[in-house]
């Protein structure tokens, strides 16, 4: 077993132009971990209880717009406290989001992995599965999907998953295929190494950095699909809330209440934006084919 071990090759460091992080990256993986924190402490940062309702302040304007106010953010049409209901959705969409993005990065990756080593038409049949999901946008599958069994927060997420799948698939089997034709996986398998130990111990931990960054690059367009979802009225419903669901709400009342959609609008947009820098400098970080300018 000693010789066994003496042949996991480690991922190859990258040399890549984006090693050091940019004062752009280092703002937006500080908004990420900022979004994060906000999640976490919902329950003891948001001022009150997101569904409580004050009728006679409803459509306040934001403490810097009116004096008068003792709403950070200002209300709603039912009075509801605006910072209150952008924390606790945040909290909302970045559990979907990234439950999402788990799961489609899991099950493509398997599905990668048994492509990989399997080959013949079990690789063919899973490739052409691929194909089939890549030509459906995930938006219009996700709505056939809610029109025909309803909407529940299980389905939700299963549907919010399936966005990006396929790029795991093709990731994953191209990466395990090219590390199989490696010399040190032969002489594992010469070895009598068994397929479990040569898929834990030596390819995955080889293959697990770029499937990372395709996460992150695949995080984004999941948080986008839920928050259109719920835009829509189709995703996380009431008394509940999401970034999505306060930004569909918000939009009858832009004229004269625009704060009620500018918010989560900026939350969305932020969120997005840092996690797509930093997944632009973890690819250029972590990609092996990257050459330093």
Known sequence: MASLDALTVPAPKARSR??????????SAGFLIFVV?????????????????TLAARLKPPLFE?????????????????????IFAIRTSILIAVMGTL????????????????????DQAIMMTVDAQAAIPALFLALTMLAFFGNNIVLFIILVSIDGWDRYTRLARGLVVSEQESDYINAVEAL???????????????IVAALVVQATLNFPGTILLE??????????Q??????????????????????????PGLAIFLTTLSMSLFGDWLRDRFDPTSERS
Request: aromatic content about 10%; overall charge positive.
């Open 37 to 53: 924190l906000v999640a976490l402490l919902a329950d003891w940062l948001a001022p009150i209880h997101y569904t409580t309702q």
């Open 66 to 86: 009116s004096r008068g106010t003792t709403y950070w953010l200002g209300t709603d049409q039912l009075g509801r406290d605006i910072l209150s209901r952008l």
């Open 18 to 27: 984006g090693r050091a992080m940019s004062p752009v990256v280092k703002l």
């Open 238 to 263: 009431p008394p509940g809330t999401s970034l999505g669901l306060m930004l569909g709400e918000g939009r009858r009342y832009l004229l004269n209440a625009w704060w009620i959609a500018v918010f």
């Open 227 to 236: 928050t259109s979802l719920s835009f829509l009225g189709l995703g996380v």
């Open 103 to 122: 799961i489609g990065a899991v099950f493509g990756t398997l599905l990668g992995f048994i492509a990989a080593r399997c080959r013949g038409m079990v």
């Open 192 to 206: 009598g190494a068994p397929a479990s130990r040569v898929i834990f111990r030596h390819l995955l931990p080889n």
